[in-house]
């Protein structure tokens, strides 16, 4: 099936008559069928895939970044605290329906495809709750907007990311990885600067972001062309089987399983390590953590190039090269070395080198990672939404229990009003070095 303004080559999956001699048995184990063969996709696909994921960053993001902040201060002054309320029951609430969110696109069948209109239902929700808490009254109601908003964003969010485990073949994930990676880190930058102008109008406060993403979303939706899904075969099921979705045996999928304890560790790390930032810099040179937000600025910006140089790098150098293991443990080596570079660090310039050398590192292992995931996700033709929420948790319970792991390590071995930063900082190292090595487990990608 063609699209007239689409001149793309239609992907198909296309199994092979029978196994080749040349594809190891543990392959055709992990993934309990014969590889698939998937065509190149064009300029078009890649590019308006790049800017569909930078309009949602933008849309969703920039209200973690200031927006919201703005808000919980005009509506409960003095309850800074609420702002990490709204937040966490936002990504709890994504955390548990994210794999629903992704059987149910699976099993979608309408002449546009299983993943457009997910992306046009999760747009049209995410700007109304942007429009919510624009206008939100108290705390609740803007509570409520949030999770609305991480919610539908979201679901563009994920659809997108399903799309290419639908469409990219091997050669072309880490360099798509790597730019997606790279318009995602730069998104809530231009997020802020755009709306650093209207602190004081809540509606273009929220708006102006959201519609980049409307905008950009709908390039993707509009012109990118997704095969119709209607004649597709879906097995029946009931609450029972929607509940075991949530469920896989990881002995079926080790690979998988590996790269999702890989991937654990890393966000858990990583979450350990940026949590305290502003008070390890505070307690480090001896200041106020208000006089050390211009540095946390500053190495928030040279952070982002190092992260793009990271990503960028690493996600094409793993397409050159067809290797994956390595330019992932490479990533968590960079950021351990960093992490115990600023736990050691006696002054400012050997924070900031740590701290680069973390953001480096954090490129190079997330969009590597990335195309790995999409290398080993079980049952890609019937399942791909499933296992793309499945692995959600292992960003997902980090980033809501890090936190509270890293608040008791930082009593250890200290009185007073002191904290053990250098502890916390080497057990996150320790953590990101753990899941690189661990994705060296992965029997079926290089």
């Known amino acids: 099936m063609t699209n007239p303004i689409d001149d793309e080559p239609v992907i198909a999956a296309m199994p092979t008559a029978m196994p080749s001699p040349s594809v190891p048995a543990e392959i055709l184990d992990e993934q309990d069928r014969i590889p698939s063969t998937l065509e ?45 309320y709204i937040t966490g029951a936002g990504a709890l609430f994504v955390m ?96 802020v600067i755009l709306t650093s102008g209207f602190t004081g109008n809540p509606l273009l406060l929220f708006l102006l972001p959201g519609a980049v993403g409307v905008v950009l979303v709908t390039l993707f939706v509009t012109l990118v062309h997704e095969d119709d899904s209607r004649g597709l075969p879906r097995e029946r099921i009931g609450f029972a089987g ?15 399983s590996w790269n999702w304890l890989g991937r654990f560790l890393f966000y858990f790390g990583l979450t350990l390590n940026t949590t305290f930032t502003a ?58 070395a960093g992490m115990l570079t600023m736990a050691l660090a006696p002054g400012l310039p050997t924070l900031i ?39 959600g948790f292992a960003t997902s319970i980090p980033q809501a229990a890090a936190p509270l792991v890293a608040s008791g390590i930082l009593l250890i071995g200290v009185s007073g009003h002191e904290k053990n930063y250098s502890l916390l900082f080497i057990i996150a190292a320790a953590l990101v070095l753990l899941g690189g090595l661990v994705i060296l487990r992965i029997r079926s990608v290089r």
Do not use: C
């Not at 639908?166 to 730069?186: C, H, M, N, Y």
């Open 353 to 391: 080198t740590g701290s680069l050398i973390v953001s480096t590192g954090i490129g190079a292992f997330s969009a590597v990672d990335q195309a790995l995931l999409l290398d080993v996700l079980p049952e890609k033709e019937t399942d791909a939404g499933r296992f793309m929420g499945i692995t």
């Open 96 to 191: 548990v329906t994210a794999p629903f969110m992704g059987v149910w696109s699976d099993r979608t069948r309408t002449r546009i495809g299983r993943r457009r209109p997910f992306m046009i239902g999760g747009m049209i929700v995410g700007v109304i709750s942007l429009v919510w808490m624009a206008v939100a009254p108290s705390i609740v109601p803007l509570g409520l907007g949030w999770i609305l908003a991480q919610w539908g964003w979201g679901t563009v969010f994920s659809n997108l990311g399903i799309s290419t485990a639908d469409r990219l073949p091997e050669s072309q994930r880490g360099k798509v990885a790597g730019l997606t990676g790279f318009a995602t880190q730069i998104a809530p930058v231009f997020g």
């Open 279 to 336: 008070f390890f810099f505070a307690s480090r040179l001896g200041v106020p953590v208000t006089e050390v937000a211009g540095i946390i600025a500053a190495l928030g910006g040279a952070g982002v190039l190092a992260v793009t140089a990271g990503a960028i790098g690493g996600g094409f150098l793993s397409d050159r090269f067809r290797r994956r293991k390595v330019f992932v443990l490479l990533g968590g080596a960079l950021m351990a």
């Open 40 to 84: 190149k996709v064009g300029a078009r696909y890649i590019w308006f895939m790049v800017l569909a994921q930078f309009g949602v960053f933008m849309a969703f993001i920039t209200p973690i970044a200031i927006s919201l902040a703005i808000r919980v201060q005009a509506i409960a002054p003095g309850h800074d605290e609420y702002l990490g």
């Open 242 to 256: 929607l509940l075991g979705k949530y469920l896989y045996n990881p002995r079926r999928y080790p690979d998988f």
